[in-house]
């Protein structure tokens, strides 16, 4: 099959985990052992979050008296891109001898009249206390939301419409490569008034990427692995229920948090919805359970059923 399989930003840097190197490498090569035998039987496409990484870079950025103004976050977004794709690239490189993998940087066009750019939603950067949190919002200007039992910042999230470099990505699966794309949903991009690329500041939701590449790669599967083995309703709650197989329309009766799973049930809805396939919301550890319908919440058209069966590929 070809799979599109999107990292959560949380599964490669956990929560409360101290964001340097040598942490963030280890986890990348924790995930890449559970990836790298999925990809000895299928087409593989990765993806990954950014959220934690960016918010690192931001602090750095903002906190460097040298400069006249922070680096932007489509900027941000690159070097992220680059130095995670840095990693996953060297790691399944060394976990798949012989095996071509490339990392590549990619633009994802946003609409510059997106509702996004006055109502901030996507986390980025470490978590804090709610005092903590305000007072750095009062210090730098920031938004700060809710994210569980912690807080932390929201920048604009713009719903991507159109990976720039899919075709290139379609060249790179048809040479049998590993395909790393699309870092943290891709450097958010629009076309201005002389209809030429320009970056916005702005972090694109991953998942929603995710979805949107799978789509134009004509995808069999879509796996959105993170750090939580299932959707539940009334999560972190006594009464907290899990979700296995589902449809998109059971799915989307259901109310989820706008700011974490509630794109994660948009994406993987929408790419049911508009190719018939199968995605799925899942730990990271449990891929290849998840991919045969044994573990995670599975979304298929006609819910609790067998899971698509493998098809023949377009180039």
């Not at 012989?98 to 633009?107: S, T, Y």
């Not at 604009?156 to 949903?185: D, W």
Request: glycine share 10%; proline share 7%.
């Amino acid at each position: 099959m070809r799979v599109v399989v999107a990292l959560g930003g949380n599964a490669l840097l956990r929560r409360e985990e101290r964001p340097d190197a040598a942490v963030q490498l280890a986890n990348i090569r924790a995930a890449v052992s559970v990836l790298a035998p999925l990809a000895s039987e299928h087409e593989l496409v990765i993806t990954h979050g950014n959220g934690p990484q960016v918010g690192v870079l931001a602090l750095q950025s903002a906190a460097d008296r040298s400069l006249t103004s922070p680096y932007p976050f489509d900027v941000l977004g690159a070097e992220t891109q680059g130095m995670i794709g840095y990693w996953l690239l060297q790691s399944l490189q060394n976990a798949l001898p012989g095996r071509q993998v490339c990392a590549l940087l990619n633009q994802t066009l946003v609409s510059a009249a997106d509702p996004a750019f006055t109502d901030p939603a996507k986390f980025v950067g470490p978590v804090y206390d709610r005092t903590e949190a305000e007072c750095l919002a009062a210090e730098r200007g920031w938004t700060v939301k809710q994210d569980g039992g912690h807080w932390r910042r929201v920048v604009p999230s713009p719903r991507p419409q159109r990976v720039v470099e899919t075709r290139l990505i379609r060249l790179l699966l048809a040479s049998g490569a590993i395909a790393v794309c699309a870092g943290g949903g891709g450097v958010p991009v629009i076309r201005d008034g002389r209809g030429e690329l320009t970056g916005v500041e702005a972090v694109v939701d991953k998942d929603l990427t995710a979805a949107l590449l799978a789509e134009a790669l004509d995808a069999d599967a879509l796996l959105l692995l993170t750090d939580v083995p299932h959707v539940s309703l009334h999560y972190g709650t006594p009464g907290a229920e899990r979700i296995g197989q589902t449809t998109p329309s059971a799915l989307r009766a259901q109310q989820f948090p706008a700011g974490s799973m509630g794109p994660k049930v948009d994406a993987v809805c929408r790419f049911v919805e508009l190719t018939g396939g199968m995605a799925a919301i899942g730990a990271l550890e449990d891929a290849q359970a998840i991919l045969d319908g044994a573990a995670g919440t599975v979304v298929t058209p006609g819910g609790p059923t067998a899971i698509p069966a493998t098809t023949e590929h377009r180039p």
